[in-house]
């Protein structure tokens, strides 16, 4: 019994042949074949895919912003002040911070002595810069470059994220210093 | 008598060689083909590194052949319980025995004269007592001549379906009995037109023996097209290559295994190394059907107007060559073809669709079928009238 299909293919007697559209089919493939052979034979890539993690892929969104970097202060100190917000609001729960006390430094007394971003979780959508009340983690126009057979490995510590890009953000605009004689309130 | 027998061993080396060489060969074309047929770089993660450096040898991803028997023969030989162990672990020999037995008839080159080849060696006296030891005997490069080398092929060929029929019945898996069932039914309706096609074949060239067609492809059509069986008989051509690669069993025929309805086919529940057989017999496969449609079709180990002593030009200019520079360029002739017109099928392979079964039966009885039939009729009428 022959069953009437709603999507019955509209072939006319030139597609039915077959060989015809074979032939065609295999025109394409072999056109795009030989397009791409020749550009490796000239040395030039011919394919679309990115040798990863060797290549970086060309179209990345020139907004695409994938790596974290910790931002300093003038004389070199992180400018974290470990206040936790960004690893509590960072919905991959991706960001560890041990902190450390220093109780000299009366405008900064509490640092992060170990800042840890889990690559191999973080979904890249920067809360953790909107939350930071200090503009002390920013992300920038790169992407990490993690790629390991561990994921344990795949962590960037403090002073990767203090390194990523030259210590000083030129686009950052620090705020004032205490000057000589200003004096904290604790302190007074 | 030993000259004989060590030629021949010579020559069986050289086959098993050329079919497993050309086989990993073919698997390394195979990803790199599609790879670039889909814009994509294909697998270049196998590398070795030279001892003491850092430097590591990727060679385009051509080691991955190695990489891939190496784990196939590492990993674990899961057996599942089935009723016939027997069976189970004798069908994967079934498959690939045959495919290595069928090249034995094929050959891979024109005539050798071993006293003739020790003419380059440069100390003629150290030469002489082998020269003296073959004598003027000839050989064509050939593992086993026979008269009746095209229905060997087809012989031999049709054992290679017991193998996969066995594999799916004795591996106690519906995934695996379908594709049998199927494996077996495709081969039953392709087999027949591609018998129909060479039968119009031997019309043609008057002989079953292979060797005697191959040498019948070395005259000129018309005074310039070769004699190749492509330009005699272009629809038989087509017919055989069709009816070859759904022996194969692949795309667009790989019914018996398709990976989205049946898993992996008939070799669903084979393991380790047993799979890789499969998987090399299909590899060899290629390279057989290959060779078959070279010597058929694409007139063998001839290049226009090469013949045993040189070229020799329509227009009547020669030009001598010694015996050794023959003899190597016939085997170069014949694996360059080979390897083109394996790069073809692997070029199908990625291009075409799989049929649905029901396709795959009207194809195959409703239109190849007759076709073959009529080309015979044809091809007959033509002979019988001398035309
Ligand atoms: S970008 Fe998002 S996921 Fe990544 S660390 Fe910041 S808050 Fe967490
Ligand atoms: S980076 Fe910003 S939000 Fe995160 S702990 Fe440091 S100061 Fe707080």
């Given at each position: 019994m022959n069953k009437d299909y709603w999507n019955k293919p509209a072939m006319g007697l030139w597609e039915r042949l077959y060989i015809f559209e074979v032939i065609r089919g295999l025109c394409i493939t072999g056109s795009v074949f030989f397009g791409n052979m020749w550009k490796w034979l000239t040395l030039r890539k011919g394919a679309l895919t990115a040798y990863y993690p060797e290549e970086v892929r060309s179209?990345?969104?020139?907004?695409n912003r994938g790596r974290h970097v910790l931002t300093q202060r003038e004389?070199?100190?992180?400018?974290?002040?470990?206040?936790n917000m960004c690893a509590t609001v960072c919905p991959a729960y991706c960001i560890e911070i041990l902190s450390t006390a220093n109780f000299d430094d009366v405008f900064h007394p509490k640092a992060p002595e170990r800042f840890e971003i889990d690559y191999s979780r973080c979904i890249f959508c920067g809360f953790c810069v909107e939350a930071c009340p200090e503009d002390a983690i920013r992300m920038i126009k790169d992407i990490p470059d993690f790629p390991a057979f561990d994921r344990d490995t795949m962590c960037a510590p403090l002073d990767l994220l203090l390194n990523w890009r030259p210590t000083r953000d030129p686009a950052k605009v620090y705020p004032t210093q205490p000057q000589n004689g200003e004096v904290h309130p604790w302190a007074a | 008598m030993i000259q004989d027998l060590l030629i021949h061993l010579v020559f069986m080396g050289y086959a098993i060689a050329f079919m497993l060489g050309l086989a990993t060969l073919f698997t390394w074309v195979e990803r790199k083909q599609s790879a670039i047929m889909a814009d994509r770089i294909g697998a270049n993660r196998c590398y070795i590194r030279i001892p003491f450096t850092d430097i590591k040898l990727v060679a385009w991803g051509l080691f991955h052949g190695i990489a891939d028997g190496a784990k196939m023969l590492l990993k674990e030989n899961f057996t599942p319980t089935t009723y016939d162990r027997f069976c189970y672990n004798l069908a994967p020999w079934l498959a690939a025995v045959p495919v290595l037995l069928v090249f034995a008839v094929i050959p891979f080159g024109g005539t050798l004269v071993p006293g003739n080849l020790l003419d380059i060696v440069p100390f003629p006296h150290l030469a002489q007592p082998l020269k003296d030891f073959f004598g003027a005997r000839s050989y064509q490069m050939q593992v086993a001549r026979l008269d009746a080398g095209i229905l060997v092929v087809l012989a031999i060929s049709g054992v290679g379906i017991i193998g996969t029929i066995l594999a799916g019945w004795s591996s106690n898996n519906k995934f695996s009995l379908l594709g049998a069932a199927r494996a077996a039914s495709q081969m039953i309706s392709y087999e027949i037109s591609m018998g129909l096609a060479l039968i119009s074949l031997v019309v043609t060239y008057g002989t079953l023996d292979l060797n005697e067609m191959v040498r019948y492809q070395s005259g000129i059509l018309y005074g310039a097209?070769?004699?190749?069986g492509i330009f005699m008989q272009p629809l038989a051509f087509l017919l055989f290559l069709t009816a070859a690669i759904a022996e194969n069993k692949r795309v667009p025929f790989d019914l018996p295994e398709c990976e989205s309805e049946l898993?992996?086919?008939?070799?669903?529940?084979y393991s380790a190394m047993k799979m890789g057989l499969f998987m090399l017999s299909e590899f060899i496969e290629i390279v057989v059907v290959s060779a078959l449609l070279v010597t058929l079709f694409l007139g063998g180990y001839n290049l226009p107007w090469l013949t045993d002593a040189g070229f020799a030009f329509p227009n009547g200019a020669t030009w001598a060559m010694p015996q050794p520079a023959v003899v190597l360029l016939q085997v170069l002739t014949f694996t360059v073809k080979v390897v083109l017109a394996g790069c073809f099928q692997i070029q199908i392979r990625w291009s075409l669709p799989r049929f649905r079964y029901d396709q795959l039966m009207r194809f195959g009885w409703k239109f190849l079928l007759p076709l073959a039939a009529l080309n015979l009729v044809a091809t007959v009428f033509v002979r019988w009238m001398n035309l």
């Open positions: 179209d990345y969104s020139p907004n004389n070199g100190e992180v400018q974290c002040v470990s206040c | 097209l070769p004699t190749w898993v992996a086919g008939y070799f669903t529940e």
